[in-house]
């Protein structure tokens, strides 16, 4: 009496063909539902609401932003969340189609601040004033009223002061994508104001050109 060989189980595979599929249906979820969000959106709440990973989000965000590099319409992100906005050197044009004036200057003082907090954040307000060498209250007060900046926590310390850090309107103000787009300055510049609002200001002139 033979004994047949065992047959070899044949394991179904998903192709090259059919994960491309799925990943590009997954960043087409992922626009879809950054352009109904009325305001930035977390990753983990996108990953919440599709019903996936937050990996396979945050690389499907990738793809998106890949996608949308030289588009109307952008990816923006900052730190955990992010919003589809209009390309910054598209600016002038939404700006005169919806009758706005966007192109009000920040002062001298709150620029210096802004430029502080850009580089340095989470920062306190003790630690902006220790860099400007004057009190901040006003500015503070300004910027947040302009929604440049929130505040993003405590500090773990006597007092609890608050932490301050910069805004998705602050990326937008000045035409970054995220915060990775401001120039890279050497750690001995970061404690000059002078110098950190230098670079902000090239940053906002380059932006109205």
């Given at each position: ?82 919003q589809l906005v209009t390309a910054p ?10 009758g706005l004036d966007l192109s009000t ?91 950190l609002e230098e670079a902000l200001r ?8």
């Amino acid at each position: 009496m033979s004994i047949d060989a065992p047959q070899e189980v044949q394991v179904p595979t998903i192709d090259g063909d059919a994960r491309g599929e799925e990943k590009g249906a997954l960043v087409r979820r992922v626009e879809a539902l950054l352009f109904v969000a009325p305001s930035p959106i977390k990753v983990v709440d996108l990953a919440r609401a599709l019903g996936v990973t937050q990996e396979e989000v945050a690389a499907a965000l990738e793809r998106l932003a890949a996608m949308r590099a030289d588009a109307g319409v952008v990816l923006q992100r900052q730190g955990e969340r992010v919003q589809l906005v209009t390309a910054p050197d598209l600016a002038e044009d939404v700006e005169r189609f919806l009758g706005l004036d966007l192109s009000t200057r920040l002062s001298s003082a709150a620029l210096e601040t802004l430029a502080i907090i850009a580089y340095k954040q989470p920062v306190t307000r003790a630690q902006i004033e220790a860099i400007r060498g004057v009190n901040c209250d006003g500015v503070l007060r300004s910027l947040l009223n302009k929604g440049l900046i929130e505040e993003v926590g405590r500090l773990d310390t006597v007092g609890r002061p608050i932490l301050y850090g910069t805004t998705m309107a602050f990326l937008q103000y000045f035409g970054l994508r995220d915060l990775s787009e401001l120039p890279p300055l050497p750690e001995d510049a970061i404690i000059k104001a002078d110098t950190l609002e230098e670079a902000l200001r090239k940053v906002e002139e380059n932006t109205e050109e």
